[in-house]
């Protein structure tokens, strides 16, 4: 393999001095894992195809431009699947990053304009000018995409997740299309020893607050202390999920008696008995909740979580807390308000969304009429 094969969270490691978050990191983050990898993954790909040709390439949305190239130097179309919120550049929506609900009218349009502007001249700069110079390497134009683009494909873009999740826009490119939930098998994960608080504390009629940070961004401090600092007294049975397999307890003691911890949970089993997601907003975890019905508080600003947080308050199914570190009381509020509020009814209604589509039937589909009319579209 020409490439470097970036293993789970060993892409941390590789990143020393990374910037805070926002769309510095977001530059950072995508010029070194993606754009200046470019080289090496068109040569691997190329040569697989030269062994077994292809009728079109599939990518998730990290790798756009690698596949672009590959297209551009002869290979098949490609088709996209978007794993994290839907990356346009318009006037309808503030820059990617800043997780900035769309503001409506001339004046919101005004502002949005002179944000893309600032941070594509800015943060963003060393992105589009490492995208150029690998291009030129690969013996392409160094021109970049149309401004008001971005990384989607021109001839098939699967999008995760709805319509309803998504900000309205006036240009939305033709070759978008929202596929729901490709929900992860369930049912791996054991039940823990203590599964059965859970179901006696549903059966007494009190609320279940589920705690995780996913498995990418875990450090306790973050999210899981706050959140069962805020949380413990408050008589829920509060469920936290630490993300890693070998790590069932909390930094600083046993928690206090109405807080359970385990590593990866059976949420196939547990989303049907939570209230309330408290999470930093891992896209697939917050899709996974949704598709349950169970609405979000949401703390985290790290990779695409701003936006994700941002789209989940903006569709009415949770609350957005805007920080990284939340202080325990703002916790507490967060699912005071959710628990009170119409979020709840807002995330049930998305779950009939999700219900009705079925996303690995629907993106094969999709796939299909794309390789019956390949080479006809951009």
């Given at each position: ?8 969270t ?26 200046r ?53 318009d ?24 944000l ?9 700069r ?7 110079e ?31 999740l ?5 240009a ?13 098998p369930?049912?791996?994960?054991p039940?823990?020893p203590?599964?059965?608080d859970?179901?006696?504390a ?18 306790p ?8 600092r ?10 936290v999920?630490?993300?890693?397999r ?19 949970l ?9 209230d ?20 979000l ?41 959710v ?8 995330a ?13 039937v ?7 009429e ?9």
């Amino acid at each position: 393999m020409a490439a470097h094969d970036y293993a789970d969270t060993a892409w941390l490691e590789a990143l020393p001095g990374r910037r805070p978050p926002g769309p510095r990191r977001l530059a950072q983050d995508f010029t070194h894992l993606f754009l200046r990898s470019m080289p090496g993954w068109v040569a691997d790909v190329e040569a697989a195809l030269a062994e077994e040709p292809a009728d079109v390439l599939l990518v998730d949305t990290g790798l756009v431009e690698a596949a672009r190239a590959v297209h551009e130097r002869g290979g098949p179309p490609f088709a996209v699947l978007g794993v994290v919120p839907l990356l346009l550049r318009d006037t309808d929506t503030a820059p990617y990053g800043l997780g900035l609900a769309p503001a409506r009218g001339r004046l919101g349009r005004a502002r949005n304009r002179v944000l893309q502007e600032a941070v594509w001249r800015g943060p963003l700069r060393p992105a589009a000018d490492a995208l150029r110079e690998e291009r030129e390497r690969l013996g392409l134009p160094g021109a970049q995409p149309p401004p008001d683009v971005g990384p989607v494909s021109p001839f098939l873009h699967l999008q995760s997740g709805l319509a309803a999740l998504e900000y309205p826009r006036r240009a939305m490119p033709p070759s978008v299309r929202f596929v729901g939930h490709l929900a992860p098998p369930v049912g791996d994960a054991p039940r823990p020893p203590w599964w059965d608080d859970v179901l006696v504390a549903r059966a007494a009629g009190r609320r279940v607050v589920v705690v995780t940070q996913g498995t990418v961004a875990t450090t306790p401090e973050d999210l899981l202390l706050p959140a069962v600092r805020g949380l413990a007294g408050q008589g829920h049975l509060v469920v936290v999920a630490t993300g890693r397999r070998d790590v069932t307890t909390l930094p600083g003691g046993p928690p206090p008696d109405d807080v359970r911890v385990g590593g990866f949970l059976p949420f196939g089993d547990l989303l049907p008995l939570a209230d309330v997601l408290v999470t930093n907003g891992g896209f697939g975890g917050v899709q996974t909740a949704l598709a349950a019905g169970v609405p979000l508080v949401l703390a985290g600003r790290t990779e695409d979580k701003a936006e994700v947080a941002a789209r989940v308050a903006w569709a009415g199914a949770g609350v957005d807390l805007r920080v990284q570190r939340p202080r325990p009381e703002q916790v507490r509020r967060g699912v005071g308000a959710v628990l009170a509020g119409g979020h709840g009814a807002r995330a049930r209604q998305l779950a009939a969304e999700y219900a009705a589509l079925d996303a690995p039937v629907r993106c094969a589909e999709l796939l299909e009429e794309l390789v019956g009319g390949a080479g006809t579209t951009g």
